[in-house]
Nanobody
């Protein structure tokens, strides 16, 4: 049974930091590219950041470049999203996703709220 379990969300003030983690089980984690998406009510899910299976290549949506960092630990089957200088517009439910060829899996999501 594949499970992706996100953690680390919460309420933070503008300018603050959060670190999201996603723990994977039931897959050969090192084979999967991993991504973080986010979604707000009434909007489509947006790709925020991605990292290749070996971790050598990362990509970010323009709105988070320079503020967010995606990383992974293949020994621990985890992918992280370090979020700095958070803005109210970063408020969303954040999801991790695992991709390998045509297979993909989603986590259940974790809420991030940036508000004073």
């Amino acid at each position: 049974q594949v499970q992706l379990v996100e953690s680390g969300g919460g309420l933070v003030q503008p300018g603050g930091t959060l670190r999201l983690s996603c723990a994977a089980s039931g897959i050969t984690f090192s084979m999967y590219a991993m991504s973080w998406y986010r979604q707000t009510p009434g909007k489509e899910r947006e790709l925020v950041a991605s990292i290749t299976s070996a971790g050598g290549i990362t990509n970010y949506v323009d709105s988070v470049k320079g503020r967010f960092t995606i990383s992974r630990d293949n020994a621990k089957n985890t992918v992280n999203l370090q979020m700095n200088s958070l803005k109210p517009e970063d408020t969303a439910v954040y999801y991790c996703r695992a991709d390998w060829k045509r297979l993909y899996y989603w986590g259940q999501g974790t809420q991030v709220t940036v508000s004073s």
